[in-house]
């Protein structure tokens, strides 16, 4: 079965600053996609980016972006320009048939 | 909002009662999921429906029991459930991917939090 790993548990920043959070994942396919979802306190969970794992180009999303690396089967979510709005669980997924989850990583944006 | 509603969106029951959760989703997707999150523990998928036929169950306990009338409608129905079922259900819902699988993201509602005394 697929496994999806966040190493950190809690992640904090500093306001306007950067920060990476880290997910790795266990498959034996070729053809996937990888997801990092944010959920803000008592707000619904919405995707930030998502990456297809046939593209070797990153994702990029306004002032998010991902650093994937598939024979590492590694996929960082990067946050530029940090803001405090951006503070939430963040959740990286994989998904070919079935969606799996990691445990997440709860990001403290500080002022 | 992402389209997809849940009620209600907190329950406190005893573990003799029976109650049901609701999901609706106004995107015409046609695949929906429970979910349980709880602490500190990766998202657990508990059900997938697709084109309304239940085509995943992930030895989820009977005490769970989902209901699927329509693609736009969900129900979990609970009975007799444990404390440890306490949790954030979420619901989500995606278009079924044909040919591409998993390309297609999933949308979630904002769940019901579930205490059980």
């Known amino acids: 079965a697929q496994t999806v790993t966040q190493s950190q548990p809690e992640m904090s920043v500093q306001e306007a600053e950067t920060v990476t959070l880290s997910c790795t994942y266990d498959t034996s396919e070729s053809d996937y996609y990888l997801f990092w979802y944010k959920q803000p306190p008592s707000r619904q969970m919405i995707l930030v980016i998502r990456?297809?794992?046939?593209?070797?180009q990153n994702a990029t999303e306004n002032r998010f972006s991902v650093n994937f690396q598939k024979a590492a089967k590694s996929f960082s979510l990067k946050i530029s320009d940090s803001q405090l709005g951006d503070a939430a669980m963040y959740f990286c997924?994989?998904?070919?048939?079935?969606?799996?989850f990691g445990a997440g990583t709860r990001l403290t944006v500080k002022p | 909002e992402t389209g997809v509603t849940q009620t209600p969106r907190h329950l406190v029951m005893g573990m003799t009662n029976k109650k049901s959760l609701k999901c609706e989703q106004h995107l015409g997707h046609n695949a929906m999921y429970w979910y349980k999150q709880s602490a500190k523990k990766p998202l657990e998928l508990m059900f997938v429906y697709s084109l309304e036929e239940r085509v995943e169950n992930n030895s989820v306990p009977s005490r769970f029991s989902p209901e699927c009338p329509n693609s736009s409608h969900l129900f979990l129905h609970l009975h007799t459930l444990q404390p440890e079922d306490s949790a954030l259900y979420l619901c989500?819902?995606?278009?079924?991917?044909?040919?591409?699988?998993?390309?297609?993201?999933?949308?979630f509602g904002p769940g019901t939090r579930l205490t059980v005394l």
């Open positions: 997924a994989y998904r070919d048939n079935d969606m799996r």
């Open positions: 989500a819902s995606s278009q079924h991917p044909s040919g591409d699988r998993g390309r297609n993201e999933q949308f």
């Open positions: 990456q297809e794992a046939y593209k070797q």
